[in-house]
């Protein structure tokens, strides 16, 4: 066992956890933030995706001790004061999701994505959400939700 | 070419909301008391084969659970299933019990007895 003490959605959160428990788990079951999915639990299909200081990773490969003295950001940080961040908001403008299972996932790497660059193109788009996946949606939606987030046009 | 159907008044995705803030429950985020916990498990070798499987480790005691919406159509709401729930399940163990151990059977129940005698006649031992 081992104490850890991050801070997860801007609040501190002071566990014991497993030495191999995963963030994922920890994050889903011990914190009962179930916004992150496990989809593949092989770091493959992005559903598990949180940010770690900021970096997409997948919590599915992470240990929970590796968090320690980290931020972590789930889907649910995202929105302040209820009010939905324009990626969430753009996500149902433009319909980027259909069942939503890999929508945390897809909306949290795309907060790392427009983190780092305020205005990708549609290459730079696709490569860096390459790592995502969706089932449902055939991407385009996924891409067009992105871009309006990108370019302001939510919420209207 | 392009195909059109009508729609109606076009209303927004109410389960939006919920999909994008991680706050929609899935089947996977749920806890209930007495819940069952079904698990997959995929054999880390690709291509292996099954050679055998320990029933009283691998397939637990199996439990019918009656889920009552109340909407059928019979008396009391019911509404018959017939062996629609019994379809799926034994074919899978018997194509599961002829991947451990070679013989194919089209008949339940698949009992120790049945399985010692098929094994003996295809050994030619007799029994």
């Known amino acids: 066992m081992k104490q850890i003490d991050l801070r997860v959605n801007g609040e501190r959160v002071v566990r014991e956890v497993a030495d191999n428990r995963l963030l994922l788990d920890f994050l889903r079951n011990d914190l009962g933030l179930t916004g992150s999915k496990e989809g593949c639990s092989i770091g493959v299909c992005g559903a598990c995706t949180v940010l770690l200081d900021g970096q997409a990773i997948s919590s599915c490969l992470a240990l929970a001790a590796f968090a320690d003295k980290h931020e972590v950001t789930t889907i649910e940080g995202l929105a302040e004061d209820g009010k939905l961040d324009p990626l969430q908001q753009a996500f149902i403008d433009f319909g980027g999701f259909q069942c939503g299972i890999c929508t945390s996932g897809q909306i949290m790497s795309a907060k790392a994505l427009l983190d780092s660059n305020a205005h990708p193109s549609e290459d730079e788009i696709k490569s860096w959400m390459m790592g995502n996946l969706c089932r449902c949606t055939g991407y385009y939606k996924i891409i067009e939700s992105i871009q309006a987030a990108a370019e302001g046009r939510v919420g209207a | ?127």
């Open chain 2, 1 to 127: 070419m392009v195909t059109a159907s009508p729609v109606g008044h076009g209303v927004g995705h109410v389960k939006g909301p919920g999909k994008v803030s991680g706050r929609a429950q899935y089947t996977a985020d749920l806890t209930l008391t007495g819940m069952l916990v079904g698990r997959c498990l995929r054999s880390p070798f690709a291509h292996a084969h099954i050679r055998s499987i320990d029933p009283t480790r691998d397939i637990p005691a199996l439990s019918t659970l009656l889920l009552e919406t109340r909407h059928g159509p019979a008396p009391y709401e019911g509404k018959a299933i017939g062996e629609l729930s019994n379809v799926a399940l034994p074919a899978a163990i018997v194509n599961a019990v002829y991947d451990a151990v070679g013989v194919r059977f089209t008949e339940l129940p698949i009992t120790a007895e049945k399985v010692y005698t098929a094994l003996q006649a295809r050994e030619g031992t007799g029994v």
